[in-house]
Structures are given as structure tokens and as C-alpha cells.
């Protein structure tokens, strides 16, 4: 059940990257927004291959 809510909070990071990256008036925010979504897809990616 643990690896389900982890999922389920990294897929909420992934999409408030996407928000913080649009959003983004500066490059840092953007670039910040854009690590955090690949960082939360990579994780999420990774354990769909774990667990499979």
C-alpha cells in the first residue's frame, strides 16, 4: 500500500512542476518546474518497472 501513495505523491510533484514550469516568469522557476515533472515521471516510471 506504501508504493501506491508514494506513486500517487510523486505524480502530484510531477504535475506541480508542470504548473510551476508555466507559470515560470524567470528561467530558474522554469527550469525548476521542468527537473521537478522529470524527476517525478523518472520515479514513477521506475517503480511501474520494479513492480512489474
Do not use: E, P
Not at 8 to 25: D, E, K, P, T
Not at 26 to 50: C, E, H, K, N, P
Amino acid at each position: 500500500m506504501g508504493i501506491w501513495i508514494t506513486g500517487v505523491c510523486m505524480a502530484v510533484v510531477a504535475l506541480l512542476g508542470l504548473f510551476i514550469s508555466s507559470r515560470a516568469v524567470d528561467g530558474t522557476l522554469s527550469w525548476v518546474g521542468i527537473l521537478l515533472f522529470v524527476f517525478g515521471t523518472a520515479f514513477i516510471y521506475r517503480q511501474i518497472v520494479r513492480n512489474t
